[in-house]
């Protein structure tokens, strides 16, 4: 119990849980874009994929509960860090190029973090929240993603927000837990960079192929 306190007691520790939270969010949303892509296939590997994860919809509910404590702890330590940080330098200053240098998604973090929330939010409603005793969750997309109007540019630029966030987040996630090495931190920037494409194109490219497609 007491190396709990000194993790979320140090600033240190704070980044810690801020980094391992951040890569376990990266991995989910790694294995949401893989569950999503299935909708290529058609409507019935898309249905196929949604009746697996009701079939196991114990297991899904433990994990979405771990996800809002993990966003809930990353989002706390993101705030206290960002504000912490704001009162030791009020002022703008370097950073050192060895450390990443400042990147797109390293000066606008806390802000890309809130426009997620959001994005979340809406993203829930919108999706999760609704009644499917009579549609299916591939109806609820099409119906969404129909016209390329208010929901689809939403939906586009949400997942663009998500990109440059976790272009950062990812590389420095890894850099706070101790992978800080020259051999190796170039290799896992370009990583970092490629997985937010990725995620990126793969997330985007949905509403487009149904609008395309429907």
Same mark, same amino acid.
């Given at each position: 119990?007491?190396?709990?306190?000194?993790?979320?007691?140090?600033?240190?520790?704070?980044?810690?849980?801020?980094?391992?939270?951040?890569?376990?969010?990266?991995?989910?949303?790694?294995?949401?874009?893989?569950?999503?892509?299935?909708?290529?296939?058609?409507?019935?590997? !898309?249905?196929?994929?949604?009746?697996?994860?009701?079939?196991?919809?114990?297991?899904?509910?433990?994990?979405?509960?771990?996800?809002?404590?993990?966003?809930?702890?990353?989002?706390?330590?993101?705030?206290?860090?960002?504000?912490?940080?704001?009162?030791?330098?009020?002022?703008?200053?370097?950073?050192?190029?060895?450390?990443?240098?400042?990147?797109?998604?390293?000066?606008?973090?806390?802000?890309?973090?809130? *426009?997620?929330?959001?994005?979340?939010?809406?993203?829930?409603?919108?999706?999760?929240?609704?009644?499917?005793?009579?549609?299916?969750?591939?109806?609820?997309?099409?119906?969404?993603?129909?016209?390329?109007?208010?929901?689809?540019?939403?939906?586009?630029?949400?997942?663009?927000?998500?990109?440059?966030?976790?272009?950062?987040?990812?590389?420095?996630? !890894?850099?706070?837990?101790? *992978?800080?090495?020259?051999?190796?931190?170039?290799?896992?920037?370009?990583?970092?960079?490629?997985?937010?494409?990725?995620?990126?194109?793969?997330?985007?490219?949905?509403?487009?192929?149904?609008?395309?497609?429907?």
């Amino acid at each position: 119990m007491n190396w709990l306190v000194k993790t979320f007691s140090s600033s240190i520790g704070k980044k810690q849980v801020q980094a391992v939270t951040g890569l376990l969010f990266c991995l989910f949303i790694a294995v949401h874009l893989m569950g999503n892509l299935t909708i290529y296939a058609g409507k019935e590997s !898309f249905l196929s994929y949604v009746d697996h994860l009701h079939s196991v919809e114990a297991l899904v509910t433990v994990a979405e509960f771990g996800l809002i404590f993990f966003a809930v702890l990353h989002i706390g330590m993101g705030l206290y860090l960002f504000l912490e940080n704001r009162r030791a330098r009020p002022v703008a200053y370097a950073v050192d190029k060895s450390a990443g240098g400042r990147t797109i998604g390293s000066r606008t973090g806390p802000y890309t973090g809130a *426009l997620i929330l959001v994005f979340v939010i809406f993203h829930l409603i919108r999706f999760r929240f609704v009644d499917k005793m009579t549609i299916n969750d591939f109806t609820i997309l099409s119906n969404t993603f129909a016209e390329f109007g208010f929901w689809t540019l939403f939906y586009i630029a949400g997942v663009i927000v998500v990109a440059v966030h976790v272009s950062h987040g990812f590389w420095s996630g !890894f850099q706070t837990l101790g *992978l800080n090495h020259p051999k190796y931190m170039p290799f896992v920037e370009r990583l970092g960079i490629i997985f937010s494409l990725i995620i990126g194109i793969g997330f985007a490219s949905i509403p487009v192929f149904l609008f395309l497609s429907l």
